[in-house]
């Protein structure tokens, strides 16, 4: 949708338009040019590096992602991992019992959990053969209580970029609010969507730094959008969302470019090596081209290899009953030592 079609305010659930946002003691009180004495949260005094709540608004942290994703701050917000960011966007636009959401299956499972714990209706239109979306179809099944739809780029679990083109004609013409979860973005060569927030005004991109920064522990999700949009979000959502600790780690992190790209490109490498080393599997029948950190390979029989990885202490994932996923493995890329460890033990159990 263009800007002049699209109204925020027709989108928001009523209750959080007209909230009035809870207003935490360091929200309060920003500015200061002077050492001040803070008594006005309550806080134990004694100093231990984290004995004070930490920045609401994670503004030291913002300002280097804002700067590496060539965005402005007022178009972020940080989460408890992107699962808190979905979570927010759903309570934000969906009204419990009459709104629902679209889903391309096979694609990342919480969508569809955040839809059943916000009692909102979740209406599938599968992915293609090739794993690209349905336009049509998706439109056809879409109706004015549609407010969100899911698009998973580069898919989990089928590890393919979604085409330019079909993503763009779902942005120009589905009445709601379009969420592109980039969390594999860095394993590919394609351009984020983050640089088209400012053209479509329905456009929200989510990130993590589960995945390709290697942080899924300390829970650090990112959420790209209009202004107008991030507002909404920052009304709602909880003041300390992002802890102290977890900014620390991140900020360290997102300062050391050098080594997440090393890392990402050894990554890509391992999954080059492991593509072709599953091709001389017997029972491997087809290898889904990735642009993740995974391969979705289809196998003779899913559930024996799964049972006989296991036996010999390798855990994968079992994707077989997803749609268009029967008899299909899906294998994180390791380290050089795991990828070969994997590569053996298949080689094994093949004989
Ligand atoms: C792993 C993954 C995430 C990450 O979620 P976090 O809560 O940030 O750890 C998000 N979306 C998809 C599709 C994923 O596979």
Redesign the pocket.
Request: aromatic share 8%; proline share 0%; with cysteine.
């Given at each position: 949708m263009n800007k002049t079609q699209f109204s925020i305010k027709q989108l928001v659930r009523k209750n959080i338009q007209y909230l009035k946002p809870y207003s935490s003691a360091r929200d309060e009180f920003t500015d200061f040019d002077q050492d001040m004495v803070f008594l006005d949260a309550n806080e134990n005094p004694y100093e231990n590096g984290v004995n004070r709540y930490p920045d609401p608004q994670q503004k030291s942290l913002k300002k280097i992602i804002a700067n590496q994703r060539k965005v402005s701050e007022t178009n972020l917000l940080l989460?408890?991992?992107?699962?808190?960011?979905?979570d927010l966007i759903f309570r934000a636009f969906c009204e419990p019992g009459i709104d629902n959401i679209i889903t391309l299956p096979p694609?990342?499972g919480?969508y569809k959990v955040l839809a059943e714990i916000n009692n909102i209706e979740e209406q599938q239109v599968w992915l293609e053969e090739g794993f690209q979306p349905d336009v049509e179809a998706i439109l056809a099944t879409a109706n004015s209580d549609s407010k969100l739809l899911f698009i998973?780029s580069p898919?989990?679990p089928s590890g393919n970029l979604i085409e330019q083109k079909r993503i763009e004609e779902l942005l120009e013409r589905f009445r709601g609010l379009v969420i592109i979860?980039e969390?594999?973005i860095d394993f590919t060569d394609r351009e984020s969507w983050v640089g088209s927030i400012d053209r479509y005004p329905n456009l929200i991109v989510?990130q993590?730094?589960?995945?390709a920064y290697g942080l899924?522990g300390i829970?650090?999700?990112i959420c790209y959008a209009s202004e107008e949009i991030i507002d909404i979000l920052n009304k709602i959502k909880p003041p300390y969302n992002v802890n102290e600790l977890t900014q620390q780690r991140a900020l360290q992190r997102v300062s050391n470019e050098d080594q997440i790209l090393a890392e990402i490109s050894a990554i890509i490498e391992g999954r080059t090596l492991l593509e072709e080393a599953l091709s001389n599997i017997s029972f491997v029948e087809k290898i889904f081209k990735s642009d993740a950190n995974f391969i979705l390979v289809r196998v003779d029989d899913a559930n024996k290899r799964y049972d006989q990885l296991i036996k010999e202490g390798i855990v994968v994932r079992n994707r077989s009953t997803q749609p268009l996923c029967k008899n299909t493995l899906r294998f994180t890329v390791g380290t050089k030592e795991e990828n070969e460890k994997l590569i053996e033990v298949l080689t094994l159990i093949s004989n």
């Open positions: 989460g408890n991992g992107s699962d808190e960011v979905l694609t990342y919480m998973c898919n989990n979860d969390a594999y989510t993590t730094l589960s995945k899924a829970r650090l999700g």
